[in-house]
């Protein structure tokens, strides 16, 4: 029944949709433990915000306005000029609300844009996607049209103290060639919470200009907003970097509203392809976001209360993996951001999809590192060695994983 070659690819199994199963399959299964998923936590006080916003927009009949009507194909308007001028004031950028554009969910946001900037172009060139450090993000790996439209650059790694380490952008080795339709990296990175400092932002964004293509920034759980990023970095913008974000680790992943920010282009592209495919990005997540901007609540609640609770949480999550697993089983990707920890067992007799196998039979689910390094043509055993797990569990429930974890790499090593 399935003929176009369409049909084929995004109706095949994929490693993404494997994770979203995974993922709906244990939140209705009290007894899993999921350490893999990348839904973020319930900050109690965060949910207690949106609990009291739903209200008042409910009494105000600003949540029946959103429910009761279609949007534009750019998004909310007055969300959107809302977010341009919260932007402007608090960060210093020089954007309108034509810069700004929404999809249903920054997934459908990376479809779109990766479509746009590669794959099959005029008189036959094939333009790619080139990731400047892997690993990343799991969810890029089938969004193109086309197959083989990503390049990745090996990292350097610096093995670090108390048992960590850190990738590094390895510039000498990162090659921009013609067919390059643009840079894309994750800041911080998912899956390893790694945060590409400054002056390596820098280097990109040059690089970008001088090869004439864009510079696309996943923000998911970066800057501006929601801010889980535990060192220093500083947000940046300008007419050839497009910036991706989104209302998930704000705490509103069920809302599906991804945030772009672009020249007036990308931004006329993305709003044409809203309206083709969806007619229109969903309401209620950009009537909540402006309720958010109204109140001047947006930076503040990342500041104030997200960040500091998954900054305690990690340093905790951490704490509990040492008690249970040394370093010279485990290395620990530095955390520098995101909700996750990076796990690099260097000398474990098993690979990473044994591993996820026999902690799924346990009830514990993470995530093999295998899939996390699209456009690496190129067998490297380091990336069959690592896995990814989250921390917003509670502590006892992430003990519980830790330790049968710890217990299974004990088996492998027997």
């Known amino acids: 029944m399935i003929h176009s070659q369409f049909g084929k690819k995004f109706s095949s199994s994929s490693s993404i949709s494997l994770l979203m199963k995974d993922l709906n399959e244990g939140l209705r299964t009290p007894d899993v433990i999921m350490l893999g998923d990348g839904n973020p936590a319930h900050i109690p006080e965060m949910d207690q915000y949106f609990q009291q916003l739903l209200i008042d927009m409910a009494k105000s009949g600003q949540l029946n306005e959103a429910l009761c009507n279609y949007d534009g194909p750019q998004g909310k308007d007055a969300m959107l000029q809302g977010l341009a001028n919260t932007l402007n004031e608090q960060i210093g950028w020089n954007i309108s609300a034509k810069n700004i554009a929404l999809t249903n969910g920054s997934q459908s946001a990376f479809f779109y844009l990766f479509n746009i900037l590669a794959g099959r172009c005029e008189q036959g060139i094939k333009r790619k996607v080139l990731f400047p450090l892997t690993p990343e993000y799991v969810g890029y790996t089938d969004t193109g049209l086309d197959d083989d ?24 080795s990162l090659k921009i060639t013609d067919d390059i339709g643009v840079i894309c990296v994750s800041r911080p990175t998912n899956p390893t919470g790694n945060v590409i400092t400054d002056e390596e932002m820098m280097q990109l964004d040059t690089l970008a200009k001088q090869h004439a293509i864009p510079l696309l920034i996943d923000s998911a759980y970066g800057i501006p907003f929601p801010g889980i990023i ?16 989104s209302l998930s680790k704000l705490g509103l992943p069920g809302c599906r509203c991804g945030i772009i920010i672009a020249n007036e282009t990308i931004i006329s592209a993305i709003s044409n392809m809203n309206g083709i495919i ?29 960040k500091p609770f998954y900054q305690q949480r990690v340093t905790e999550t951490i704490k509990i993996i040492r008690r249970y697993i040394p370093e010279s089983r485990c290395l620990i990707h530095k955390p520098e951001g995101a909700i996750f920890l990076w796990l690099w067992f260097k000398n474990l007799p098993i690979d990473s999809q044994t591993l996820y196998s026999r902690l799924k039979k346990r009830g514990v689910l993470m995530v093999p590192g295998d899939y996390f390094f699209p456009g690496l043509n190129q067998y490297w055993p380091h990336a069959h060695q690592c896995m990814r797990m989250n921390y917003i569990l509670p502590l006892e429930k992430i003990e519980q994983g830790i330790a049968i974890l710890a217990n299974e790499i004990e088996i492998a090593y027997q």
Do not use: C, H
């Open 278 to 306: 969806s007619l229109s990005p969903g309401s209620i997540g950009p009537a909540l976001m402006q309720a958010i901007l109204k109140r001047n609540d947006l930076l503040k609640l990342s500041q104030t209360v997200i």
């Open 149 to 172: 439209i990503f390049v990745a650059n090996k990292p350097q790694i610096d093995i670090l103290p108390s048992g960590q380490f850190k990738y590094r952008i390895n510039f000498g």
């Open 230 to 245: 535990f060192n220093q970095a500083t947000p940046i913008w300008n007419e050839n970097i497009i910036l991706s974000m």
